[in-house]
């Protein structure tokens, strides 16, 4: 399992503090798994970092060969919040 810290802009983030928003669609640049934790701290682009942070586990995991429209270099990530 490995800790990524990822930057989310605020048009996101209600869905994600709701728990409404249960996916990730990143740039696969950081060899992403299932099992991984993510750190998704809130982040405006005119402001920087919030301070806002939420962590949630990778349980699913989408690549361009299992989804014909997602483009070459991109996953979408399915996430839980529960961590523990």
């Known amino acids: 399992m490995t800790r990524h810290d990822l930057k989310v802009h605020p ?7 709701a728990g409404n ?3 990730e669609l990143r740039r696969n640049d950081r060899g992403f798994k299932v099992g991984d934790e993510l750190c998704l701290h809130k982040y405006d682009p005119t402001h920087g970092m919030t301070g806002a942070r939420l ?3 990778v349980t699913y995991m989408l690549l361009p060969e299992d ?8 996953c979408i990530l399915g996430i839980s919040y529960e961590i523990g």
């Open 11 to 17: 048009q996101f983030w209600p869905g994600l503090l």
């Open 21 to 23: 928003k249960r996916f």
């Open 55 to 57: 962590t949630v586990r």
């Open 67 to 74: 989804c014909p429209g997602l483009m070459a270099g991109f």
